[in-house]
């Protein structure tokens, strides 16, 4: 029997209102959509998911409202079989909300109201410290407050976990450079990687570029996602491009979710980078193929079985 890969995702728990459109309205500009929907969202519940999906042993620790937005994120956090018993209620904060919207490219525009998720508890850290080994992995986002991700991360390199940093969305106070040292892995998408470095990934010479830019920043290992280009890795042992699998891209909301998922699933699993991030490619992929969020996270076996069709 395989040791079960052990994952805690420190993180936020959106309900996301997505709009499905052409393209965006301009400034003082009324269009008309196609449809919405409202989903369970949040960096941190996407990631959970996606973890839990591909058959990891996943805590989630987040907080939601004490409102019909936080009853119906438990609601379908339950529905997509993850334990609720580490989410908290807050009274004095709302449910964190998205607003997406989607083009007609599957590209997406969000807005996060972050309510409830910037409402951390003494508990959670006390959960991180009794579930975190050394053969587990820390899932960070950036839609909590800086200040608890520090105190998450400062954590887990204490027990010698794996912590996987997604910078998004990415700070402008500077509080990234507190975690450098401390992550073992950050994930920046394009638009990130440009905000963070001030070059843009769009050629093999840029793409780097800005990864060098990360080292110098402190962060030891780099995965660029480069979307429908894959992924280009940077560590002390390699430097590699991942292709993408090809697909039609559907939604690609919650795509760099599942990557990450993918990334630190197959870590603790005992992979090498290289095949860790083809892996989370392939999820990504797979993943943008579909509509929704947290819905559109592969399980292992699908996964499987996409990367078997692609590999003939």
């Not at 491009?241 to 699993?269: K, M, R, Y």
């Amino acid at each position: 029997m395989k040791p079960a890969i052990d994952i805690c995702v420190f993180g936020s728990v959106n309900a996301d209102i997505c709009v499905y459109a052409d393209k965006a309205a301009a400034l003082g500009e009324t269009r008309f959509g196609d449809h919405y929907a409202l989903n369970l969202g949040g960096k941190g519940a996407n990631q959970a998911i996606a973890a839990h999906r591909l058959g990891a042993r996943v805590r989630l620790l987040g907080n939601v409202g004490d409102d019909v937005f936080g009853a119906f994120v438990l609601q379908e956090l339950a529905r997509f079989g993850l334990a609720t018993d580490l989410i908290g209620a807050a009274r004095t904060h709302a449910t964190g909300m998205a607003s997406i919207l989607v083009d007609a490219a599957g590209r997406n525009a969000i807005t996060v109201i972050s309510g409830a998720n910037l409402a951390a508890r003494d508990a959670e850290f006390r959960t991180l410290a009794e579930a975190l080994t050394p053969s587990s992995a820390l899932l960070l986002q950036c839609e909590r407050a800086p200040s608890d991700n520090l105190r998450a991360a400062q954590i887990a390199k204490g027990i010698g976990a794996c912590i996987v940093l997604d910078p998004a969305p990415v700070p402008t106070d500077g509080s990234l450079s507190a975690l450098a040292s401390l992550v073992d892995f950050v994930t920046p998408n394009e638009t990130e990687t440009e905000m963070l470095t001030g070059i843009a990934p769009s050629e093999p010479a840029a793409v780097a570029k800005a990864a060098d830019a990360l080292h110098r920043m402190g962060f030891r290992a780099v995965v660029l996602k480069l979307g429908a280009r894959g992924a280009f890795a940077s560590t002390p042992l390699l430097r590699q491009n991942f292709a993408a699998p090809e697909v039609v891209c559907v939604d690609s909301v919650a795509a760099g979710d599942c990557f990450n998922a993918a990334l630190a699933v197959q870590t603790c699993s005992g992979a090498d980078i290289g095949a860790a991030v083809q892996y989370a490619c392939s999820a990504g992929a797979l993943c943008v193929s579909r509509q929704g969020a947290a819905a559109s996270a592969p399980t292992a076996v699908e996964l499987t079985a996409f990367v078997s069709a692609i590999s003939k």
